[in-house]
């Protein structure tokens, strides 16, 4: 999770000009995932957004199978990314709630994403579609997946070592 200095967000600019991880991280996850599901690296993902309870912010857009996550940090078990973004946005406001449900809008539909207030690919500075292309390009995405996916049964292992506990 980046938390960006005061008004970058409001800059079209300085936050053109932020690092990949930090412009999808902050704002544009939503980009990511609708080119991802564009033109998928890998089969079996689907979209997935966490929205907080009302009268906050921290809303996020994954891409998932049920089990691994794909974000901007790269794969990941999807229930560790979950709790990291409850455990960071809960951190800096307590009372801070979400609620997670599957995206079932285009998320490269401007007139869509505005209806949930967030933006299109043709409201940034430039177009965010080909910067996320070159960004799901430089991923191993089998490696990525297999790596998160030797921690899920890495877990599963211990678990049931432990009796089920």
């Given at each position: 999770m980046y938390i960006l200095?005061?008004?970058?967000?409001?800059?079209?600019?300085?936050r053109w000009a932020l690092p990949d991880r930090i412009f999808f991280g902050n704002g544009a996850c939503h980009i990511l995932a609708g080119v991802y599901l564009d033109d998928p690296p890998l089969s079996g993902f689907y979209a997935e957004k966490i929205t907080p309870i009302e009268g906050f912010s921290g809303n996020h857009i994954f891409l998932t199978d049920?089990?691994?996550a794909?974000?901007?940090?790269g794969y990941s078990v999807r229930d560790r990314l979950v709790e990291h973004h409850r455990k960071g946005w809960s951190k800096?406001?307590?009372?801070w709630g979400c609620e997670i449900e599957s995206v079932e809008f285009d998320l490269l539909s401007t007139a869509e994403l505005n209806r949930r207030k967030m933006r299109g690919p043709d409201q940034y500075l430039y177009d965010p579609t080909p910067r996320a292309r070159?960004?799901?390009?430089?991923?191993?995405?089998?490696?990525?997946?297999?790596?998160?996916?030797?921690?899920?049964?890495?877990?599963?292992?211990?678990?049931?070592?432990?009796?089920g506990i």
């Open positions: 200095k005061p008004n970058i967000k409001n800059d079209p600019e300085k049920r089990k691994i794909f974000d901007y940090h800096m406001y307590p009372g070159n960004f799901l390009a430089r991923i191993s995405h089998d490696a990525g997946y297999a790596k998160a996916d030797r921690v899920v049964s890495e877990g599963a292992r211990r678990q049931s070592a432990d009796g």
